[in-house]
């Protein structure tokens, strides 16, 4: 029983073990870069990577004002340097507005067949960012438990399908989740061993990591409940007395408000120091946590208000850039706002408490999801495996705490990726359970294994999908779509995949295309389209031959699986412009038809004879379609005039 683990003894003699963690960094990469090529830009980043542009060329950062500036002006730094002139100066990006993606288009179309490639240009930021974060996870947690469990946490991120998903595109949540979890190893380093030093450097970590993404602004309250359990379990010394612990207290403190300064004073370097310290009566604020607007009425767009006039705080000027503070009201008003939310089949105006708990359960691998439990519950009944309680206190704090407090933003519910900080966390104290692969427990140690490379090969799997990631007991990717939509499965990274199937299927045509997307998809397909009928509104009245125009229609159809779920949104009408689906009934009766084939996992694409659509539309009341009013109904979508009346 004891071979295999003496086989491994001596391959680790022959590859030590950063050997192995190059080798799985290197993998690492070039899984991303072939993703990087192969996926279509997502929504988010249409207007990321032209808001980075625009901070560094103009100082202004009101584009994209509802997350921090740094990971898309670190992924637009290789476009600096090329050639080509889009204005921003004319960008007007005031309180209460959002250009963002109006301002994405116009840079799509101004940069023409060169687009996708300065896009890719600025996704390779956030391959260095994947990778750092498993260094420093490796680093953590072999400083705990050993480098075999470095090991094992690494795999864990390198080979987890949400980090591999977002570190291909602009987008600031793996960026979040390694500055979050860098800005803690270093707060962690200063508690072990309070020096000054090692408090400028925690100053500085907290810094950059509030200038990734508002959500860290938790880390205030992470901080000082990591701090206050390592204070609960100090031991002291026998020289202690009043004086040298008065002393060591007041050291504390005046360490305490050095990194407060150093945090503040890297996010007002990240905004170039623009407009900081206004004073808060200044403000023109949007959202009802800092306008102090009653509940229950929309404010967006109207004048700004400001809780503070008035009152003692009036004149109190606000340490940091006033961007930063109108980008946090700002994401406020999105969340007290609200929109429609979807979670196992069903749509609701507001989101669910377990969203997020339900998200894990499905989108992450069952080998990892088991790992992890098995870690928190050895940690929590003191496992001989464990490190120091105030040290696996320190892991467990944020992500328990980032978890609640994401969960507790209930105005709506779209992005598992909002939880991404607590991942590098989970993977840290998941390494552990690497104690358990020795000779000794060769048991519990091939179990650990095994579900290690069963997440590993179910990752891999699905490769370079991994944005529609779903484990084996949610159905995989295919059935995806029962629980969760959005980024969780759709975000628009198939586009490309679906071009591939057109060129091979030159008979698909007229097409019929529901994209879920803000950029026009003609100029990437290069295919005449059109958005398909759309159902019947029960709540409104029809003529016949404005009934013959909508519902099941003959042809060759490409869903959005968001749509095809009952998604509400904006989408290109194949004319250059955009149409509001305003129903979450509008596509779903696709649903009654088996796709032909799927482009990804989030577009499916369909072929229906006139047979096919004549049956549908009797079972929902519509009135038959001949192979005459077929064809002029098939050229009038074609030509774009089968609208919804």
């Keep these: 029983m004891r071979k295999p683990f003496a086989k491994i003894a001596i391959a680790t003699r022959i590859f030590d073990r950063r050997t192995i963690l190059a080798i799985i960094s290197i993998f690492h990469v070039f899984l991303l870069i072939h993703g990087v090529g192969r996926q279509f830009l997502v929504v988010d980043e249409t207007a990321h990577v032209p808001a980075g542009l625009s901070h560094w060329k103009t100082g202004e950062f009101g584009l994209y004002r509802v997350n921090p500036p740094l990971p898309r002006m670190i992924a637009v730094v290789p476009l600096l340097f090329d050639r080509s002139r889009f204005d921003f100066d004319r960008v007007q990006a005031s309180p209460g507005t959002r250009v963002d993606f109006e301002v994405g288009r116009d840079f799509a179309k101004f940069h023409g067949d060169r687009y996708l490639s300065l896009v890719r240009k600025a996704r390779y930021a956030g391959i260095g960012w994947s990778v750092l974060g498993g260094l420093l996870i490796f680093r953590w947690s072999k400083e705990l438990y050993g480098a075999a469990a470095g090991l094992v946490s690494s795999a864990l991120w390198f080979f987890d399908p949400t980090v591999l998903a977002f570190s291909q595109h602009v987008v600031p949540d793996v960026p979040a989740a390694v500055a979050g979890l860098g800005a803690t190893y270093l707060f962690w380093k200063y508690l072990l061993n309070p020096r000054l030093d090692k408090a400028i450097f925690a100053g500085l970590g907290l810094g950059i990591a509030l200038l990734t993404k508002f959500t860290l602004v938790v880390l ?31 050291t504390r403190i005046a360490q305490t408000v050095l990194i407060v300064i150093m945090s503040l004073y890297l996010i007002n370097l990240g905004y170039f120091f623009a407009d900081a310290f206004r004073p808060l009566g200044k403000f023109s604020f949007q959202s009802r946590l800092l306008s102090g607007r009653p509940a229950g009425i929309s404010f967006r767009h109207s004048p700004g208000e400001n809780r503070f006039r008035g009152t003692r705080l009036e004149n109190v000027p606000f340490p940091l850039p006033a961007e930063f503070l109108q980008g946090i009201d700002a994401q406020r008003v999105d969340f007290e706002n609200g929109f429609p939310s979807y979670l196992d089949g069903q749509w609701r105006n507001r989101g669910w408490y377990r969203y997020y708990v339900h998200a894990l359960l499905v989108k992450e691998p069952i080998g990892t999801i088991a790992l992890v439990v098995a870690s928190v519950f050895l940690a929590l009944i003191r496992d001989r495996s464990s490190a120091r309680a105030v040290d696996e206190a320190t892991l467990l704090i944020p ?17 598992m990726r909002y939880i991404l900080p607590m991942f590098p966390f989970l993977a840290i104290s998941a390494g552990k359970l690497a104690r358990y692969c020795n000779a000794s427990t060769w048991a519990i140690g091939a179990v650990v294994s095994g579900l290690l490379a069963w997440s590993i090969g179910s990752t891999l799997a699905i490769a370079p999908h991994w944005m529609s990631y779903f484990n084996e007991a949610a159905g995989g990717p295919e059935r995806g779509h029962d629980h969760l939509v959005d980024s969780n499965i759709d975000w628009g990274q198939d586009l490309l995949y679906l071009k591939e199937w057109l060129i091979k299927h030159p ?24 958005i398909p009928p759309l159902a019947p509104d029960p709540a409104q009245s029809y003529t016949q031959e404005q009934l013959e125009k909508l519902g099941h229609h003959p042809g060759y159809f490409a869903i959005s699986v968001g749509y095809l779920r009952g998604i509400t949104f904006s989408a290109p009408d194949g004319e250059g412009g955009f149409r509001w689906i305003p129903r979450h009934d509008s596509f779903t009766y696709f649903q009654s038809f088996t796709p032909i084939a799927r482009a990804g996992y989030s577009i499916y694409i369909y072929h229906i004879t006139l047979d096919e659509a004549n049956a549908a539309r009797r079972k929902m009341g519509l009135p038959h379609l001949s192979q005459e009013n077929s064809r002029e109904s098939d050229e009038a979508v074609h030509n774009g005039s089968a609208r919804d009346p």
């Design 220 to 250: 205030f309250l992470i901080w000082p409940m990591i701090a206050i359990v390592h204070l609960a379990g100090y031991q002291p010394k026998a020289d202690d007395n009043l004086h040298i612990l008065t002393k060591r207290a007041l």
């Design 507 to 530: 008979e698909a045509r007229p097409l019929g295309l529901a994209f879920f997307h803000m950029l026009d998809p003609k100029p990437y397909l290069n295919v005449d389209f059109t």
């Design 399 to 415: 992500a328990i705490v980032i978890l609640a407090f994401v969960s507790s933003q209930i105005g709506f519910n779209h992005h």
